[in-house]
């Protein structure tokens, strides 16, 4: 079995003028939000047990929790600090959770075998990459190398680095997704790892409530926890502009959009 918890405390200040009045989760894309499209996913797949981290416009998201069947955490601080602390502050979700987790962004959608491919990885740390990576990419920007970061694997496509900032497409062997999954045996690991870090020093120039998903991931890697890429090819979609939303809506002859269209 397996429970989700879903990061969506965010206003998404590049969705504007659309999230002047909705959470960044709530983004409309074809008619339907962004949080409806993974919860669906997530149902499809037999994961019920459903949580959701609100901030921005929290109640938004809270009044669709009975018709959707999730439970929230309301993160008081979204407005001035990152993912991690965003992921953090449903601790005692994450502290009672028995079984295996599934996190992702509140921003992506995903196809179900893509949900699946990660669901069955026996890795006790685990995260979605995808290989055609750039294939999106070029089509929501002109020069990819100004968004993405580095993401490097071993040769048993563990990753040894990920989240810099590079000018070398050799450095970037997949993209890191938003999608990650934590076996139910190391969660408390992961919880003491996180809570016993240093609140007073800086990470990769940064404070604790500063740190980006990928930040927190590189401190576990440093730490000696392994990290498996689940490879895949395509499959997903993130949503951090108008731009984005407005070339997605108009990939009408692709099977790509066709798959995200169908609930």
């Not at 502050?89 to 502290?95: C, G, H, K, Q, V």
């Not at 576990?220 to 070339?247: C, H, M, Q």
């Amino acid at each position: 079995m397996t429970s989700s918890l879903i990061l969506a405390a965010g206003k998404g200040l590049r969705l504007s003028p659309i999230t002047n009045n909705l959470p960044k989760a709530l983004t409309p894309f074809l008619g339907v939000s962004l949080l409806k499209r993974q919860i669906a996913v997530l149902d499809k797949s037999g994961i019920k047990r459903i949580h959701v981290v609100t901030g921005y416009l929290s109640e938004q998201i809270e009044t669709l929790s009975h018709k959707l069947n999730f439970t929230t955490t309301f993160n008081s601080s979204y407005n001035k600090s990152n993912m991690v602390n965003s992921m953090f502050s449903a601790n005692e979700f994450i502290r009672n959770t028995k079984e295996d987790l599934i996190i992702s962004y509140g921003d992506i959608i995903y196809e179900k075998k893509n949900l699946k491919k990660i669901l069955t990885c026996n890795e006790n740390i685990s995260v979605m990459v995808d290989l055609k990576w750039k294939n999106l990419w070029e089509k929501r920007m002109k020069n990819p190398l100004k968004d993405v970061e580095t993401l490097i694997l071993n040769n048993e496509n563990f990753i040894t680095e990920l989240g810099k900032k590079t000018n070398d497409y050799n450095k970037i062997q997949g993209q890191y997704t938003g999608l990650i999954k934590i076996k139910h045996n190391v969660i408390n690991d992961v919880l003491s790892f996180y809570y016993n870090l240093n609140k007073s020093k800086t990470f990769f120039e940064k404070k604790i409530d500063d740190l980006y998903m990928t930040d927190f991931l590189q401190l576990l890697i440093n730490d000696g926890k392994k990290i498996k890429a689940v490879l895949v090819k395509g499959g997903w979609l993130e949503f951090d502009t108008l731009d984005d939303l407005k070339s997605y809506e108009q990939m009408n002859d692709t099977n790509l959009l066709k798959k995200f269209y169908k609930l």
